[in-house]
């Protein structure tokens, strides 16, 4: 018997989702020492998680069961967003705060901006939501329009990303008051907020239709732990903390996330080097003369391959001496490569290996 056939009949038809691999598959594959890699192809915070932070993980009860009422994370998020904690509702990464707000609305459409965080297509697609993108205008400014029209035909559920996930731009106030002026939820992804950007926190009072999500894993290096948050009016918040996964948060992450925010004076001290080094990355890389920097607010950036270098190629060959970069195989991203940035020596390295392989990544019809 095939058990095939008690899946759901659109199974097949679910593309997957393109994961990044952690470092000690990548050693592998590529077969360098795990101490050689450069890893800027995530946006993770390459200076780790704060030492008191990694302390208060350790000391979590592992044996017992979290707290499905998230009782003292949600009390330090809202102190630290400046919200009340009922309108808070923490979650296994904000991947995981995307996929609990599919499920509450279930919409038969759900729209973005694209090009952008390709965790919504994927998450609508798995909840049975038909998902549309409105493409980005130029500069990557989102089609306000294009999303209004969309909303006219059916689509309840907005995701945006500010500043957003490749292109490193922020929705401006005009552009999200608009949006939030629409007949659907209005998801806010503030992933990289404490990088740059103004935060669109202030506006739910005024649009009680908008959510903000965002996350422990860029600013507090807690990617590995999962934790993730949203914010909202405390009807919405209500909603998602009745359907999420009860222990959606483990007990080390719990611990840990408090600890980022009661350390966050320090914490931020990585960030201001995070945001200096990406000034850094975009400056030097730019004088390369081959790879042009597009202005971003978020801890990476997004080059334009230029003067007939083939992305792909540079993203090969770089991953060959152990540099990662995320090249993006679609159309409206083809001569586009985004790089994380990291340490100083992160950026040494990247530009050593870039000089390396500027002969060997011409296009074949340039
Ligand atoms: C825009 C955006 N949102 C969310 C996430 C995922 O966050 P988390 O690690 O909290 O699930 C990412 C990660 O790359 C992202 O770029």
Not at 123 to 147: C, H, I, M, S, Y
Not at 256 to 274: P, Y
Not at 346 to 354: F, I, N, S, V, Y
């Amino acid at each position: 018997m095939n058990p095939r056939r008690f899946f759901r009949p659109d199974f097949d038809d679910l593309e997957a989702y393109t994961p990044v691999k952690p470092l000690d598959v990548l050693a592998a594959e590529i077969g360098l020492p795990i101490g050689q890699l450069v890893k800027l192809d995530a946006n993770e915070n390459l200076y780790g998680a704060h030492p008191a932070v990694v302390e208060a993980a350790a000391k979590a009860d592992h044996h017992i069961y979290p707290d499905p009422g998230q009782t003292s994370l949600r009390a330090a998020i809202a102190e630290y967003v400046g919200v009340t904690p009922g309108q808070v509702v923490a979650g296994s990464g904000a991947d995981d705060l995307i996929d609990v707000i599919l499920r509450l609305a279930r919409p038969a459409i759900a729209v973005t901006a694209s090009p952008t965080f390709g965790m919504y297509s994927f998450l609508a697609k798995v909840n049975g939501t038909r998902f549309v993108e409105v493409p980005r205008l130029a500069g990557f400014q989102v089609d306000v329009r294009g999303l209004a029209s969309t909303v006219e035909r059916g689509a309840h559920l907005i995701f945006l990303t500010s500043p957003n996930n490749p292109t490193g731009n922020c929705l401006t106030r005009a552009e999200l008051e608009a949006i939030c002026n629409l007949e659907a939820l209005v998801v806010v992804d503030e992933a990289y907020i404490e990088f740059g950007g103004e935060s669109a926190v202030p506006l739910i009072a005024a649009h009680p239709n908008l959510i903000v999500i965002r996350t422990f894993s860029k600013w507090a290096g807690l990617a590995g732990l999962r934790v993730g948050y949203s914010v909202s009016e405390p009807g919405i918040a209500a909603a998602l903390m009745a359907i999420k996964q009860p222990y959606n948060v483990n007990v080390a992450g719990d611990l840990a996330a408090q600890a980022a925010l009661r350390h966050r004076a320090e914490v931020f001290e990585t960030v201001k080097c995070i945001v200096a080094e990406r000034e850094r990355l975009a400056r030097d890389v730019g004088a390369l003369g081959w790879l042009r920097p597009l202005p971003s607010e978020a801890n990476f950036v997004l080059f334009a391959v230029t003067e007939g270098h083939d992305a792909a190629r540079v993203a090969a060959e770089l991953r060959r001496r152990g540099v990662l970069i995320r090249y993006y195989n679609r159309p409206d991203l083809a001569n586009y490569v985004r790089i994380s940035a990291g340490r100083p020596e992160d950026t040494g390295r990247l530009l050593a290996a870039l000089r390396e392989v500027e002969p060997l990544t011409r296009r074949e019809d340039s």
